[in-house]
Nanobody
């Protein structure tokens, strides 16, 4: 059974840091695009960051310079380091994987595999 499981969410004060992890099981995701999305209450799910198999990275403008996405193919994991957190970063964060490992996408519908989500709350 293929699964993506996020961990590392929690409550943090504005300006603080959190590191999210996404553990994959059931198959190797080494050739997949790994990505992070988030969804705040009453809003649509939005793209945060992506890393294709080539390890080039892409970020939403709102997180560029503050968040860093990474992957460890040997461990089948992906991570999102979040620094200088703002209250507007509060959301449920989801990891995702797309079999087309060379072309990252901002569209949620292009990703075949999803985790269950982890809550990130940033207080002022």
């Amino acid at each position: 059974q293929v699964q993506l499981v996020e961990s590392g969410g929690g409550l943090v004060q504005a300006g603080g840091s959190l590191r999210l992890s996404c553990a994959a099981s059931g198959r190797s995701f080494s050739t997949y695009v790994r990505a992070w999305f988030r969804q705040a209450p009453g809003k649509e799910r939005e793209f945060v960051a992506a890393i294709p198999w080539s390890a080039d990275t892409a970020y939403a403008d709102s997180v560029k310079g503050r968040f860093t996405i990474s992957r460890d193919n040997a461990k089948n994991t992906a991570a999102l380091q979040m620094n200088s957190l703002k209250t507007e970063d509060t959301a449920v964060y989801y990891c995702a994987a797309d079999p087309d490992g060379s072309n990252w996408s901002r569209r949620a519908q292009d990703y075949d595999y999803w985790g269950q989500g982890t809550q990130v709350t940033v207080s002022s």
